[in-house]
């Protein structure tokens, strides 16, 4: 369902209403499967990868074991020379001991890249609130770009500057949500043919009460004529299936959650910059949570 903006004009959907009065727990669920929508077919792939060398190594360690038992066999029954030198040829040809270490690190390293792209997918998915918690951003910032690190690299290249060093309160799956509508709007803001020239700069850093988080993109800007428009729930400019415009509506939703705020400007030099403040650990929240 999607809002047109008869000023932008860009807008292709079906002309359907919003309902009256929508429900914002509701919304922000339809939001977060949103993304987990657009985001499975990219995180199967991740999968993919790590799976297809940990069963490589697997079947390498398999070869090498099955040449050791053998040797190991041989041995017991024989010390002459040539049974040693025989046994210790079969484990050359099956990769020899050295390699031993390498496949299972391998293994490994895949095994773990498999782990933390699952938890990175379930944070994102968690329905039920999480009481607040001390949250490092950084952490919840790459996790998020993660999952997305595929269809960005082919957008633009990523720069981090992370400075932060204060830890915020917040529910950890929440700002999740949060993060990858930026980043999402960023990357799709980045439009192909030129990914080189394009970037998606992440930073952060502390502020006099909490920090001061912001993604910068190098794409299309926002026009001067829908930018009161951009966080009104379903406004979007975007192709059906691309965008369900709630993003941003629920991305400051969470934020005003949290006692911070979000901002955004677009420079002359082009692009957008989203900023979001977040009040630090500890500190009560400058005004109280919103509802509704
Ligand atoms: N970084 C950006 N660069 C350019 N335009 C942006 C950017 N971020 C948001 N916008 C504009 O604001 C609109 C609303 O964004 P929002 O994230 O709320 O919805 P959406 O991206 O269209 O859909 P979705 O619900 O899938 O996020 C977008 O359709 C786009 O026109
Ligand atoms: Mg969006």
Not at 103 to 119: C, H, K, N, T
Not at 161 to 170: E, L, N, Q
Not at 219 to 243: A, M, S, V
């Amino acid at each position: 369902m999607a809002v047109r903006s008869p000023r932008c004009g860009r807008n292709t959907h079906p002309p359907e209403d919003p309902p009256a009065s929508p429900d914002p727990n509701a919304l922000m669920i339809a939001d977060r499967l949103a993304s987990l929508g657009t985001l499975v077919a990219g995180v199967a792939h991740e999968i993919n990868n790590p799976i297809t060398y940990v069963l490589g190594n697997l079947g390498d360690l398999d070869r090498l074991v099955g040449a050791m038992r053998e040797a190991i066999l041989t041995y017991r029954g024989s010390t002459t020379p040539d049974v040693i030198a025989s046994a210790e040829t079969k484990i050359f040809q099956a990769g020899g001991l050295e390699v031993l270490d390498e496949i299972l690190s391998d293994a490994q390293e895949g095994a773990v890249r498999i782990r933390d792209l699952v938890r990175d997918l379930l944070l994102l998915s968690r329905v039920t609130e999480q009481a607040s918690t001390p949250v490092n951003v950084h952490e919840i910032l790459d996790s998020s770009l993660r999952l997305v690190a595929k269809q960005l690299a082919a957008r633009a290249v990523l720069v981090r500057d992370y400075r932060a060093t204060r830890k915020v309160a917040g529910d950890r799956a929440r700002l999740a949500q949060v993060f990858m509508n930026l980043i999402t709007n960023a990357m799709q803001a980045c439009t192909p043919p030129d990914p080189p020239r394009h970037s998606i700069v992440v930073r952060t850093q502390n502020t006099d009460a909490g920090i001061e988080l912001e993604i910068q993109d190098s794409g299309n800007g926002i026009p001067e004529e829908i930018q009161h428009e951009i966080f009104t729930p379903f406004f979007t400019t975007k192709d059906l299936g691309e965008g369900t415009g709630l993003g941003l509506y629920i991305s400051r939703r969470i934020i005003e959650q949290h006692g911070g705020s979000i901002s955004f400007r677009c420079p002359p030099s082009g692009g957008t910059i989203f900023r979001v403040h977040l009040p630090e650990c500890g500190v009560p929240p400058p005004h109280p949570p919103q509802e509704g």
